[in-house]
């Protein structure tokens, strides 16, 4: 079988491996005080363009998310995001495990506005009852989204002058990260995230590494004791080197952004074949996640070879499914898919 349902079946970049090899049996420090941490972290404030970034590395997203987010709230507030939000749909509830609760507003193809968050917390604030219902504080977004959508420099500038100016934080989930910021079309640099987000985090499990996320804490009231928060969530790994030396590996000659632009690639050659067989999508994207939308026979004869995922039903005879491809995609098979997709709508 050939996967194309995500973009962490493999194992991690021979690079990030040979680092792991070459530094396995060196003695540091632990629990990410060791030199190669400090390495990264650097390596990521320098890429941000701002030296007094808060850099902790965390060892996956869901864990990310929820200790990220419980940092920044009080017990009484809660995070908002699309209805589409990983936090919402695909994190067993971790977010509210932590006490604080997930609101959601419909998504625009995966993205929120600036005036959905503006009119939700507008309507608590005036709502006669406001000690009475959750308080919105916390506005979270994924980039690109599940939908493999990227916000705009203007959508990101735009959400982040309505949190500030309403006093909320701007948390931007980079799982996906390099895959958004090799895109084409993107006008989004990670200098604009640093500027433009209270926190952030460079995903490397989907990009390459063996594990791991590096989140970015750009504002201080977050960063406070934050080293705390991921203790107690279980997230300070002893062997914390780990996940320092595959982010220095990853950062140093650009190589995340490099393979990231690798899935890129292979999507859009995916992508061109399926609109030259006039196959409709259920969002466009131009990221490594693409939504087509088959007939259930195809589907049928496609899984005797390919592994994707089900996305929804369209109507009684189409479905939208998932393809994924990433940094560890082979050309091959792509091309076999595009072959096969020819065969059969040829």
Request: charged share 20%.
């Amino acid at each position: 079988m050939i996967y194309f349902n995500n973009d962490y079946s493999e194992g991690c970049h021979e690079k990030v491996l040979a680092r792991l090899t070459k530094t396995n049996m060196e003695q540091t420090l632990g629990y990410g005080e060791d030199e190669y941490c400090a390495a990264a972290a650097e390596l990521i404030r320098k890429k941000c363009g701002r030296e007094d970034a808060a850099v902790h590395f965390l060892v996956g997203g869901t864990q990310a998310n929820l200790t990220v987010i419980d940092a920044a709230l009080r017990p009484h507030q809660g995070a908002l995001g699309p209805d589409t939000a990983h936090i919402n749909v695909h994190e067993t509830g971790a977010v509210e495990a932590t006490g604080h609760k997930v609101l959601w507003v419909p998504h625009q193809d995966g993205k929120i506005t600036a005036g959905q968050v503006a009119q939700t917390v507008h309507a608590h604030r005036t709502n006669g009852a406001t000690e009475h219902t959750v308080q919105p504080k916390l506005v979270y977004i994924s980039n690109p989204t599940e939908l493999g959508t990227l916000y705009s420099l203007a959508e990101l500038e735009a959400l982040s002058n309505t949190c500030h100016e309403l006093g909320l934080y701007l948390f931007m989930d980079g799982a996906r990260l390099g895959y958004g910021l090799a895109a084409k079309g993107n006008d989004v640099t990670l200098p604009d995230i640093a500027r433009l987000c209270d926190v952030f985090y460079i995903g490397g499990t989907k990009v390459g590494a063996l594990f791991g996320e590096a989140v970015v804490i750009m504002n201080p009231a977050i960063a406070e004791d934050f080293r705390y928060l991921i203790k107690q969530h279980g997230g300070m790994l002893a062997k914390g080197r780990l996940l320092g030396v595959q982010f220095q590996a990853l950062l140093e000659d650009d190589l995340y952004f490099e393979i990231a632009a690798h899935a890129d690639r292979l999507a859009d050659r995916l992508r061109e074949k399926l609109r030259s067989l006039h196959v409709p999508f259920l969002v466009e994207s131009t990221t490594n996640q693409l939504f087509p939308i088959l007939p259930d026979g195809v589907l049928e004869r496609l899984s005797e070879t390919y592994v994707f995922c089900e996305q929804e039903r369209v109507d009684e005879t189409h479905r939208a499914v998932r393809f994924c491809t990433s940094w560890a995609t082979k050309e091959e098979n792509v091309e076999q898919l595009c072959a096969d997709l020819q065969r059969l709508l040829g």
